[in-house]
């Protein structure tokens, strides 16, 4: 595995792997020394209260303990094993590697193969993988987890729950869309037997198997499918933005079976609560909200917008995408002549000229894709996808697996500010700054109405420690957005921020001062 910078150990990865520490099923170990249990106990306390730095320490301590254990010792696995969260956590992926095979190697000759301790070490194995930008070994090992945890809970188990969408989305991400397509049709299965036939989580289920069904050209069973999933979603208050997809979905099928469009009194009743908001969202997020886990008024994912699909008449088949916009516009902000504008792209001064030549023209033959309104072409239809997958991982904080997806979205199609916002959110969790600056920097030239991508990148301006920068871009997004949700937060900090530069600006005409006064 390639090594892997690591990150600050305040960002920590959710893993469904727990420290094996306390296990009744075990059986019976030697006896440890009481400072080696000591130490193990203090530090899983340590772990679960996410005092990372301390739980080093304390594992560090044990391992000088436990060099004179047996090789094949069982205490050194459970030791190892949660070395390897530790690192996982930390997000420094090749050490905790190492440390999970070294686990696995001890705990397989001690409890056997197919045993649980084998199969949370191998899900802590693969997320190793994943994050470390192989999702191909990932697919693999996680593929044993399955196995084992099958046979451990069941086959139905709702406990596979917390494993199967992983294998789902390794799967796509290595393009075995047959495997996540029966991975998918599993947990659409364990949800209603766990949850019953009504609940919102299989309606989501439903309109998932619905769009990959729809894709493949299995327009029947799409449509089955899709129309079970409005019927759930409808039924169930806060879910509007997964029913508006699965409406969308179903229209799509309608009509490339040939049935006619259902008129606005036949469209099916809107859940309870609020109406469908027409505004860009993700199948079952909120409208506009920060990620869990996230700090200050910059931590701020963009909803991509729901893609749709509908036919095109005969004589129709071109779609032209819209063309880039630059930021900020000169007609939409005041600037005085010395202002500088660190928002901007290094090549933007060669972006106008430019702009006429990104329109694109695809033609697919009578597919049409729309979104929010517009036509697009089948990549950003694609990429839309994929950024809706990587939102979900935002939100739980798996930002590696996100990044890697969000690139996969920027390849196919580079124009959509969405994914370069959450492509740099995920980079900046990830302590990559400048690359993810790189990324909102695209995000605004292509959509600079988007708030989230001017509070990120005022935010990795300040992380960098260039305030003057942060400054700037934290009063252009106010003046941009005086009434945003996170204003008032940004004011706070800007006037903060305005007089640490003060300060420094001070500081360094003092320096500059002296330095001309003691030259002869």
């Not at 917390?162 to 049709?185: D, F, G, I, M, Q």
């Not at 008024?297 to 893609?307: G, I, L």
Request: proline share 6%; with cysteine; aromatic share 6%.
């Amino acid at each position: 595995m390639r090594t892997v910078k690591r990150s600050s150990p305040a960002m920590a990865v959710l893993v469904a792997a727990a420290c094996l520490l306390v296990n009744s099923a075990q059986p019976a170990m030697p006896k440890a020394a009481p400072a080696f249990d000591r130490l193990m106990t203090q530090s899983k306390q340590q772990l679960d209260s996410g005092d990372y730095s301390s739980a080093r320490l304390s594992l560090e301590e044990a391992l000088k303990l436990s060099r004179t254990f047996p090789s094949e010792d069982p205490r050194l696995g459970t030791l190892y094993h949660c070395l390897g969260n530790l690192y996982l956590k930390e997000q420094d992926y090749a050490t905790a590697g190492d440390y999970f095979q070294r686990a696995i190697t001890i705990e397989q000759k001690k409890f056997g193969p197919d045993s649980l301790e084998v199969g949370d070490a191998l899900f802590g194995l693969a997320n190793c993988y994943q994050q470390g930008n192989n999702p191909m070994m990932a697919e693999v090992y996680i593929k044993r987890v399955v196995e084992i945890w099958s046979k451990a809970y069941g086959p139905d188990s709702e406990k596979l729950l917390s494993v199967l969408p992983s294998l789902a989305t390794y799967a796509s991400l290595n393009s075995n869309y047959k495997l996540a397509e029966e991975t998918h049709r599993r947990i659409l299965r364990i949800k209603e037997k766990t949850y019953g036939a009504s609940d919102p989580r299989v309606g989501t289920s439903l309109n998932t198997l619905a769009s990959l069904a729809a894709t493949d050209g299995k327009y029947e069973e799409a449509k089955k499918l899709a129309e079970r999933a409005t019927e759930v979603l409808a039924k169930t208050a806060g879910s509007s933005a997964a029913y508006d997809a699965a409406v969308t979905n179903l229209q799509f099928v309608k009509q490339q079976l040939g049935e006619t469009q259902p008129a606005a009194s036949q469209q099916p009743p809107a859940p309870p609560g609020p109406p469908p908001a027409k505004t860009e969202k993700a199948p079952a997020g909120k409208s506009d909200g920060s990620t869990s886990g996230s700090s200050g008024p910059h931590a701020r994912t963009d909803k991509p917008v729901q893609p749709s699909t509908t036919d095109t008449d005969a004589q129709s088949t071109g779609v032209t995408t819209g063309t880039l916009v630059r930021a900020p516009g000169s007609s939409a902000v005041a600037t005085t002549p010395d202002e500088f504008r660190p928002w901007e792209l290094k090549n933007q001064s060669r972006q106008a000229s430019s702009d006429k030549q990104q329109d694109r023209t695809t033609s697919w033959g009578k597919i049409r894709y729309l979104a929010g309104g517009r036509l697009i072409s089948q990549e950003e239809y694609k990429a839309m996808l994929l950024a809706n997958e990587a939102y979900e991982l935002i939100k739980e904080e798996k930002y590696r697996m996100a990044a890697d997806v969000l690139r996969k979205a920027a390849t196919m199609c580079p124009t959509l500010a969405s994914v370069r916002t959450n492509l740099g959110l995920a980079l900046s969790r990830l302590g990559d700054n400048d690359q993810a600056i790189e990324e909102f920097k695209q995000s605004i030239a292509l959509e600079p109405t988007r708030p989230a991508a001017w509070l990120n990148l005022a935010s990795c301006f300040q992380v960098n420690g260039q305030l003057k920068e942060s400054v700037a871009t934290y009063n252009e997004y106010l003046y941009r957005f005086p009434g945003d949700s996170l204003a008032a937060k940004a004011r706070d900090l800007v006037t903060h921020l305005q007089k640490e530069v003060d300060n420094q600006t001070a500081v360094e005409r003092a320096l500059a001062s002296s330095a001309a006064g003691a030259r002869p």
